[in-house]
């Protein structure tokens, strides 16, 4: 499976035009938008190379006709232990993920060096089952900041995937599509990886290593609301942003005041704090996109490409054309 390694360390290849099997674990009130990115993508990857090389099946413990979280119902084939394992299993959120009854199945994957990749909330299910892990794990951000405050989860990270072991784990949703290309990435080839790209309407197809976007005013450390106001404000402007007192005029609080609340939360003017969001987007920008320079710098609100690099190489201690050379190679890599 492409870029993906067993859990020894081996190199999980194939001849180039042998079928690869995949089964997509789902349960009752599984996630319609994950199910449907992987077959559709999967669908259009056989369109573009022009061969039927990708192949699909719906499993489940509690197999038949089985409803999704809005309603869509499909038919799934019985999970039997330890029988026709396909070459890859991907477990889908929604209720069905966080049963967590796919864990039988992840295991028999896992100890004949198959890959599993976790979406959302089987992969949230995932990591407060197995407790402390030695290595990097993810999930939709959403349920990343609850368990962030746990100490056993230090190694949780927000990037759109990671992998651990032969488990790939994955915050799924908008991102699914960009999963699964990157499972079958080598067996397509950069060319028809653009093409297949094109063809679901991504603008880009980030790196695994891409973080999340996520809403900061989520965060349950934020119970002041118009520090909620504030952010949801600054992330709004981030291609004009405001002066510190303008801001705090729309949320109606005074300058001094804001900066009061922003210290005791944050520890940091609301000054620094919203350039370093600007920042922050600048760099996700330059690394996943081709986008120029001096154009990134006017979208994020720095007006020079020189004040950007100023403020990445502060923030990040590396310049932007160094940001980019990292960015650059394969679109997604599953490699530990």
């Known amino acids: 499976m492409?870029?993906?390694?067993?859990?020894?360390?081996?190199?999980?290849?194939?001849?180039?035009?042998?079928?690869?099997?995949?089964?997509?674990?789902?349960?009752?009130?599984?996630?319609?938008?994950?199910?449907?990115?992987?077959?559709?993508?999967?669908?259009?990857?056989?369109?573009?190379?022009?061969?039927?090389?990708?192949?699909?099946?719906?499993?489940?413990?509690?197999?038949?006709?089985?409803?999704?979280?809005?309603?869509?119902?499909?038919?799934?084939?019985?999970a039997l232990d330890n029988h026709d394992l396909s070459d890859a299993m991907l477990v889908v959120g929604g209720k069905s993920g966080t049963s967590a009854s796919w864990l039988a199945r992840l295991r028999q994957m896992q100890r004949i060096g198959r890959p599993v990749a976790l979406l959302s909330d089987a992969a949230t299910a995932y990591i407060r089952n197995t407790k402390a892990h030695d290595g990097p794990v993810t999930t939709h951000w959403r349920d990343a900041l609850a368990l962030a405050e746990d100490p056993l989860h230090a190694n949780l990270s927000n990037r759109l995937s990671e992998i651990n072991r032969g488990i790939v784990t994955a915050g799924g949703s908008g991102a699914t599509e960009e999963l699964v290309i990157g499972m079958i990435a080598d067996d397509l080839g950069p060319n028809n990886v653009t093409e297949l790209g094109n063809r679901l309407l991504l603008a880009l197809v980030r790196k695994s290593h891409a973080e999340q976007p996520f809403d900061l005013t989520h965060n349950p450390a934020l119970h002041d609301s118009r520090v909620r106001a504030a952010i949801t404000e600054m992330q709004d402007t981030l291609d004009a942003p405001l002066q510190i007192a303008e801001l705090a005029r729309e949320i109606g609080l005074s300058t001094r005041h804001l900066e009061r609340v922003f210290k005791e939360v944050f520890n940091e003017t609301p000054a620094k704090f919203y350039k370093r969001l600007r920042t922050n987007r600048a760099r996700a920008m330059i690394e996943e996109t081709q986008m120029p320079i001096v154009e990134i710098a006017i979208a994020n609100g720095f007006g020079t490409s020189g004040s950007l690099s100023e403020a990445i190489k502060r923030e990040y201690g590396m310049t932007a054309t160094r940001l980019r050379a990292r960015g650059q190679g394969q679109v997604l890599s599953y490699k530990p």
Do not use: D
């Open 2 to 78: 492409a870029g993906v390694t067993r859990a020894s360390g081996t190199p999980l290849r194939r001849p180039p035009q042998e079928l690869r099997r995949f089964e997509i674990y789902v349960g009752k009130g599984f996630s319609e938008y994950e199910v449907a990115a992987i077959a559709r993508t999967l669908k259009e990857a056989n369109a573009v190379l022009a061969q039927t090389l990708f192949s699909w099946r719906y499993i489940s413990h509690t197999p038949g006709l089985l409803s999704g979280e809005c309603g869509m119902i499909l038919r799934a084939e019985p």
